[in-house]
């Protein structure tokens, strides 16, 4: 048989992977809020109209705040087989006194030789109307479906599919153009490529020892989140200057958390020392509101969560003042599909980004493949260092600012700590049905 010619089986696993959210510090937030609003005047509300709206803004919070409780609850469920979702979150954390969950898919394909490819996803829920459910539903339809046809039938079966989940099809097509070999992922020199580092100080006071403690970790680039409000992130960002004194380089990301006057107040105030650019000011369908922040922004806007295919980007080449373009693997869908709008940004005349902060290892890998050959600015596939521990049994390492990887590396999943993580995992073959669901 020719290689590549078909999928004998393919596997999909939902792994829950000590990631992300901490579900301590949530409850530790709704505690705040009670005290906070038990010393609170309702009866002047009338008369401070900004407090009506900071009590909305924090009853919204609230809500957020319970979801995420209950999610990590049910993920407590699922890894731990409980019978109950009213696992104590604290007892449960023991003595690291924190839970961090961040449910994702994993696809594995292998074909007639043996070889073998993984793709990951994961669906950030607010930033994309995609579902974790959803994903993981699509993930199964399209393995029991593509097995068995050859590689190309099945990336052309599954993007075909695309529309139903974006990040699901994209961590399935991957998986196939690892398992092929893909010569994107081939770098025969091996890769050392800087990345950022996301600024976490809030408290003005806090910065300048921040400041040097990143620049001492060998990071040159800090992204700086914005979007809640004005003058305080003005505030903010001009300490963060200040103490910076021009030695990295700065990005703003609103992250889609300004209307169009708070976001043209902020741009337009901006003093455009080191800052890169002002990412994605307002929301993501709102192109008129980024567009008009964009008009008056003293540093070139960014747009992130529309960018999904080539038409995104045309449309966003013809906008003033917008510069630069973030793409993102499990938005394009394919390796070749987002080698081509990286270099069709630049051809256009904007910079090109790259990278999902919430990827982790193969992801991130990835990206930092297609990024050798197309971005010429610091990575935001910076998602591995996150993690608690790595999904590999050779990961990458971090040295000095730097991801680094030796020359024809291939990550390879260690298999143990995978089964570990994994709450769920089903199997197709070509000449059965779903085998093994647990």
């Known amino acids: 048989m020719n290689r590549g010619r078909a999928l004998l089986w393919a596997s999909v696993a939902l792994t829950l992977l000590y990631a992300v959210r901490a579900g301590f510090d949530f409850s530790a937030g709704l505690t705040a809020l009670d005290k906070l609003a038990e010393s609170a005047p309702r009866q002047k509300d009338r008369f401070h109209p900004r407090f009506s709206e900071r009590r909305a803004e924090l009853e919204e919070f609230r809500a957020e705040l319970e979801a995420a409780i209950e999610d990590a609850r049910r993920a407590l469920f699922l890894a731990n087989g409980k019978g109950t979702f009213d696992d104590d979150l604290v007892a449960a954390a023991g003595d690291n006194a924190t839970i961090e969950f961040d449910p994702r ?19 950030s829920p607010g930033s994309t109307s995609e579902t974790r459910e959803g994903g993981w539903d699509f993930c199964r339809a399209q393995a029991e479906r593509v097995v068995g046809m050859t590689a190309a039938a099945a990336i052309k079966a599954i993007d075909g599919d695309k529309a139903a989940s974006k990040v699901a099809a994209a961590a399935l097509v991957t998986g196939i153009e690892m398992m092929q070999g893909d010569p994107i992922l081939d770098l025969p020199d091996g890769l050392r490529f800087p990345l950022l580092t996301p600024f976490n100080s809030f408290d003005v006071a806090d910065v300048p020892a921040e400041v040097e403690q990143r620049l001492e970790e060998g990071f040159r680039t800090f992204k700086i989140k914005v979007g809640k409000d004005v003058d305080g992130d003005l505030e903010r960002v001009a300490a963060i200057q200040k103490a910076n004194a021009g030695r990295a380089v ?7 958390g300004f209307d169009r006057e708070q976001g043209c107040r902020f741009a337009a105030a901006l003093d455009p020392d080191s800052i890169m650019h002002f990412e994605q000011p307002c929301a993501t369908e709102d192109w008129d509101s980024n567009a008009a922040v964009a008009k008056v922004s003293t540093v070139p806007v960014m747009l992130d969560e529309p960018i999904y295919y080539m038409e995104d980007v045309e449309r966003a080449a013809k906008i003033e003042n917008v510069g630069l373009l973030k ?11 987002l080698k081509e709008c990286l270099e069709q940004v630049r051809a256009l005349g904007m910079e090109p980004v790259l990278g999902d902060g919430t ?17 010429k600015n610091a990575g935001e596939f910076n998602g591995f260092l996150k993690a608690r521990e790595s999904l590999l049994a050779n990961p990458m390492t971090f040295d000095k600012g730097d991801m680094v990887f030796p020359a024809g590396y291939q990550p390879e999943i260690d298999q143990a700590r995978m089964q570990r993580l994994t709450i769920a995992s089903e199997r197709y073959t070509a000449s059965s049905s779903v085998q093994a669901a647990e």
């Not at 898919?105 to 669906?123: K, N, P, T, Y």
């Open 250 to 256: 700065l990005r703003l990301d609103a992250n889609r």
């Open 327 to 337: 793409m993102k693997l499990k938005r394009t869908g394919s390796l070749a599909r």
């Open 105 to 123: 898919s994993f696809g594995l394909v292998r074909d007639a030789d043996g070889r073998i490819g993984w793709g990951e996803g994961h669906i």
């Open 359 to 375: 990827s982790l290892d193969i992801g991130c890998w990835m990206e930092a493949c297609v990024a050798a050959a197309t971005v």
